[in-house]
C-alpha cells in the first residue's frame, strides 16, 4: 500500500517508520526542510528506543521510506495520515490552526486525484471538528466531496515517549472512527471487529461510496501491525466523535489516576502512612490496576497538560463546568509547590544553592514539556534560592526557558555545597545516589519520585510518603 504521512514529528516519524518496515511504500511530507533532509539522510529526527534501526532498514535508494517537503507527493499514495501538532492556545482550548492548514495542503494535492483517497487524522482532535472544520477545509481545497471522492477517518495514537515504537507495533488497541458509524451511532454501541475478518469489503471493488471503504482501507494499513502482533489487537470501530473523545477520555483517565494517587499520597503523608505500600495494595484489585499510580511531583509531558486544558476548555463551552478534571488539574498544580514547602520545613534557602534532580518531564527524554521542573525552578527564584540543576539530557532545552539557572553535568556537582536537594526526575542513576550527598551543605532530600533510597546521614522527605 502506498502511505503518505503528513507531518514528521514524535508521532509521524515513528508511523513512517514503522509503516515502511512493515512492507508499505510511505512518503513523510513535512514543512520543515531540515527535518526532511535529516531524515533522507538516514537519521531519525527524535530519540526513540527502536526508531533509528527502522529508519536504516527503510530509508536509502530502494528503501520504502522518504521524506519530502513536496505536499504533491501523496497524490500517488492510497492514504495519508495525519500527524499534525495541535497545542494549547493561552486560555487552554485547542489551536487547530496547524491541522487546518495541513489539511488545506491535502485538499490543494486531491484536487488533481482521479481515484479514491483515505485521510486518516491521526492529530488529537475534539469531538465534532473532523466534520466541523477539517472536512469542509479539505472540500474546499479540493473541490471534491467527502463520502464520493475521499473519506475522512478519525485514528487516534497512544504512544508514549521513550516507548513509541513499540507501543505503536503492539497497540492495547487501534480506534477506527468511521463516518458510517457517524450515522448508526445513536442507533446504537460501535462494534469490535475480528482483525482477520473476511467481511470487511475491498475497497476498490464497490463503485458506490460507501463507509465501509474507509473502514476496509483502515485495515489494509493496520493489516502488517495486527499481523506483526499476531492478530491479537482488538479493533474499536466506532463514530468518529466517539474515536477522537476516545483519546483524550484516555489520556484524561490516566492524568486523573495519578492526581487521585497524588492526593491520596498527601493523605497518606499526614498519617505517617507509606502511600507506595497502598498503591501496590490497591494495584492488586483488577478493577484499579497496578499501573499509573506512582505517585510524586505529578503528571507533565506534551500531551496530559494540553488534552486536559483542551477536554475542560471544551466541556466550558458546551456548558459544562468539568469540575472533577479542574480539580485533577489543581492537584497537579499543588505538587511541585508541596515539594518546595516541604523545603522549606528544613532549611531557608534564600541566597543558597539547592540541587535540581531532573528536568525532563519523565526518564529516558530530553522533552521538557509540561516539566514539574518549571514550577519547581520558578519557586526557588521566587525565594530568592540558587538552584543548580542537573539532567542527563534534558538541560539544553531547559536551559532555553530559565537561562538564568547554572546547569551542571552531574548530580554530584549539583549537590555539591547544596542546602537541599530536590527531585524532580526519577531517572534511574539517580537510585544510585550515595556519598555524594555528603558533600552538601546541609544534606536535606526532598523526593518527588521515591526513587532516592532514604539512609543514614541524610534528612530524607518524601513528597507522598
Ligand atoms: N507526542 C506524542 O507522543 C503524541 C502526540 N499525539 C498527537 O499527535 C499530533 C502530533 O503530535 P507530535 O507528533 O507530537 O507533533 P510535532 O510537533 O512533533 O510534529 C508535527 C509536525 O508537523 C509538521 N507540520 C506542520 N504543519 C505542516 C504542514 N502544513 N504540512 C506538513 N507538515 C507540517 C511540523 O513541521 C512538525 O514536524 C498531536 O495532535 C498530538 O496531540 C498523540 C499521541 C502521542
Ligand atoms: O497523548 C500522548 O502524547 C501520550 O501521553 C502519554 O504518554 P507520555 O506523555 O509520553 O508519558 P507517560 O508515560 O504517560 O507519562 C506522563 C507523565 O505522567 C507521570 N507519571 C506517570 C505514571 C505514574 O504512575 N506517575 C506519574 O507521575 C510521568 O512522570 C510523566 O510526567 C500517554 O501515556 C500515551 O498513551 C499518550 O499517547
Redesign the pocket.
Known sequence: MHVSV???????TVVGACLADLGHEVVA????PE?VDRLNAGEAPIHEPGLQERVDRTVGADGRLHATTD?AELRDTDVTVV????PSREDGSIDLS?VE??TR?VGEVLADKDDYHLVVV???VLPGMVEERLVPALEEASGKREGVDFDVAVNP?????GS?VADFLNPDKLVFGTAGFDAQSDAGPSRSADPNSDAVPDPDADAEPTADRALARLHELYAPVVEAADGDVPVVETGRREAAMVKYANNVFLASKISLINELGNVCKEYGVDSYEVADAIGLDERIGSEFLRSGVGWGG??FPKDTDALRAGAREKGYEPELLDAVVGVNDRQPLRLLELLDRHVDVEDERVAVLGLAFKPDTDDVRGSRAKPVLRGLAERGAHPVAYDPQAAANMREEFPEVEYVDSAAAALESAVGALVVTDWPEFAALDEEFESMATPVVVDGRRIIENREGIVYEGLTW
Open positions: 503528513i507531518g514528521s514529528g514524535y508521532v509521524g511530507v513535512d514543512i520543515d527535518l505536499h500527524a499534525i501538532q495541535t496547524a492548514a495541513a495542503d491521526k492529530s488529537t495514537e497512544f504512544q508514549a515517549q513509541a506534551s500531551c
